[in-house]
């Protein structure tokens, strides 16, 4: 089956903590993508890679790094510079031109304390 | 900035009634405009997409429009069901590679 896999679904860290979310692809995928999804809003897009080595800053980049050096795999750290990190961040992945759409993993819930 | 805007509050109506969602943009002439559907705890699912050329698309029971005139696509779902109350986003392609979102429209059918 192919799909995107987010893990864990659950991420608990205490605060001043670093902590990196794990998304793989097996779609054959150029481009990945992540947001944030704060409760009750949308999504807001912190990073995304249009091709492995490449990589974009999104609209709330502040506090998050990624890498790509796969083209299944794109990490997302949280830094201890990210002011409000609890969320809920979903991965996504997007393959053919650009009216393709994205497919979604179901995401990781993300609490800091 | 860009920006998309959605109708924030949660929209309730009757089953079999036709649900209808409003995804408003500015600062942009978008190619073409997505849509997709998002269940609690859930990553959203693509539905329908719809360009620039095209003023209606149609899938089973949903609608899309698409006015850029306006700047407004608006997402109809006729004979609604409660196993469509859900949360809907719009989504435009405002750079090359760079997609955004609205803050998306909370649907409750009711039977």
């Known amino acids: 089956d192919g799909g995107i896999t987010q893990s864990p679904k659950y991420l608990f860290r205490k605060e001043g903590q670093n902590v990196t979310l794990s998304c793989e692809q097996n779609l054959n995928h150029d481009a990945m993508y992540w947001y944030r999804q704060d409760p009750g809003q949308g999504l807001r897009l912190i990073y995304y890679s249009q091709i492995v080595n490449d990589f974009q800053k999104g609209d709330i980049a502040e506090g998050y790094s990624v890498s790509r050096e796969k083209k299944e795999s794109f990490p997302l750290t949280v830094t201890s510079a990210q002011k409000n990190p609890t969320a809920f961040y979903l991965c996504?992945?997007?393959?053919?031109?650009?009216?393709?759409?994205?497919?979604f993993g179901n995401g990781t819930r993300l609490t800091v304390t | 900035s860009q920006k998309i805007e959605q109708n924030s509050e949660a929209l309730n109506i009757q089953e079999g009634k036709t649900a209808t969602l409003t995804c408003n943009y500015t600062n942009y002439s978008p190619a073409y405009l997505q849509w997709y559907r998002q269940d609690p705890g859930r990553g959203p699912v693509f539905l329908l997409l719809?360009?620039?050329?095209?003023k209606e698309k149609r899938k089973e029971r949903l609608k899309v429009t698409f006015d850029t005139t306006l700047k407004q696509s608006l997402f109809h779902i006729t004979a609604s069901q409660p196993a469509d109350s859900a949360t809907y986003l719009c989504a435009l392609e405002v750079n090359t590679g760079k997609l955004i979102f609205g803050q998306g429209t909370t649907l409750q059918v009711k039977p």
């Open positions: 719809i360009r620039e050329n095209e």
């Open positions: 996504a992945s997007r393959g053919g031109d650009q009216n393709s759409p994205l497919h």
